[in-house]
Every structure is written in C-alpha cells, then in structure tokens.
C-alpha cells in the first residue's frame, strides 16, 4: 500500500522547492469543507517544511518566500483563531516552531512577534514563550 502522505511531499519537492503553483494547489486541498485548514493539514505542512528546508540547506539556498508566507499563514489561520492563542496554540508553536527559545531565527521571531501583535487575547503560554524568546534573543545579542 503506498504512502499517499510520503508520495504527496516526493512529488511536490521533485524539483527541491515548493513553487507557486504547488502553493495554489495546497491551499486548494488542505483547507477543509468549512475553509479553515485542521491539525492534519498543519501536520503536513510543517512535514513538507522540514523536508523544504533539508533541500535548500543541502543547496546553500533558502526555502522560497511564496511558501514560507503560505506556512505562516497556515500556522497563523490555525493557532490564532478569532484574534486569541490559547494554551493549546501556544503549546504547538513551542512544540513545533520554538522548541529552543535559544535558536529562534530572525524570521521566526518575526513571525513570533507578528502573531504576538494580532493576537487580541493571548493565553499566559503563549506570553511566556514570547518573554522567553526575547530573553533569549537579547541575551544572544549581548554576547556577540
């Protein structure tokens, strides 16, 4: 039996990068029948993104701003719903996209920020791993 999930990210990466196309067609079949994209959807978009950037680290390049923009969004859509992160949102983001508050990226705590300023009601999680990533940052910033 193959692999659909396995298949799907060989396909879209033959080429080593997720292209405009491929995005219009993610957005198309990821969203579910109400618009909104669900946990399985975010699971795959996180897989192709590690899978994304394991290509262009292995070419020196980076992964292409049309994706990157739509895994924000994608990430944006599911962790902040109705201009609130709870506890459950705050915990993905630092499961998945913040495990080391240490090794959070310019464009990561971009995003970080980003969510932080949309985010109307922000549960006591998702405040703390902003505070602890910008501690860490500027602790960072101070030893250079």
């Known amino acids: 039996m193959a ?10 990466l033959a ?12 957005q198309k079949e990821l969203r579910g029948e109400d618009g909104k994209y669900d946990e399985e959807s975010l699971k795959f978009i996180l897989e192709l993104r590690a899978a994304a950037t394991k290509k262009a680290k292995a070419k020196k390049e ?5 994706f990157e923009r739509f895994f924000n969004k994608v990430v944006t859509d599911t962790v902040l719903r109705e201009g609130k992160i709870d506890n459950t949102g705050a915990t993905w983001l630092k499961t998945n996209l913040f495990p080391d508050a240490r ?11 980003g969510l932080n300023k ?5 549960s006591a999680d998702f405040s703390t791993l902003v505070t602890e990533t910008e501690t860490a940052r500027n602790k960072a910033a101070g030893k250079k």
């Open 3 to 12: 692999d659909w999930r396995k298949l799907a990210l060989a396909a879209i």
């Open 15 to 26: 080429d080593g990068k997720v292209d405009e196309t491929e995005v219009k067609i993610l």
């Open 62 to 66: 980076e992964v292409g701003e049309v």
């Open 103 to 113: 090794k959070v990226d310019d464009k990561g705590w971009e995003f970080l920020q």
């Open 118 to 122: 949309k985010a109307k009601d922000k």
